[in-house]
């Protein structure tokens, strides 16, 4: 089975700074996209910025120059980095990845985290 667990949500006052951290373990052949979604309340979930295998990133437009995303392969590690934070970006934070569990199963599966809350207060 797989796994993703998250950490590193809180609460920071806006104009502030987080760095949230999602770690794959289990029964993983390889990793294709990791992402980070985010889900406010009475909101629908929306994705914030997605990592591929090789490094190439995508972001929405709402967290562009404010939020990096990174991998790290060797580790089966993401991270978003959240810098000058919005009372908009409130909300809870969910780590997903496109994992292929064994080399005998050629599709990858969903997986997602549990999810770590993120406050930003005005």
């Known amino acids: 089975q797989v796994q993703l667990v998250e950490s590193g949500g809180g609460l920071v006052q806006a104009g502030g700074s987080l760095r949230l951290s999602c770690a794959a373990s289990g029964r993983i052949f390889s990793i294709n996209t990791m992402d980070w979604y985010r889900q406010a309340p009475g909101k629908q979930r929306e994705l914030v910025a997605v990592?591929?295998?090789?490094?190439?990133?995508n972001y929405a437009d709402s967290v562009k120059g404010r939020f990096t995303i990174s991998r790290d392969n060797a580790k089966n590690t993401v991270h978003l980095q959240m810098y000058s934070l919005k009372p908009e970006d409130t909300a809870v934070y969910f780590c997903?990845?496109?994992?292929?569990?064994?080399?005998?199963?050629?599709?990858?599966?969903?997986?997602w985290g549990q999810g770590t809350q993120v406050t930003v207060s005005s």
């Open positions: 997903h990845a496109r994992i292929i569990p064994s080399p005998v199963i050629l599709r990858p599966y969903d997986y």
């Open positions: 990592v591929t295998s090789d490094g190439s990133t």
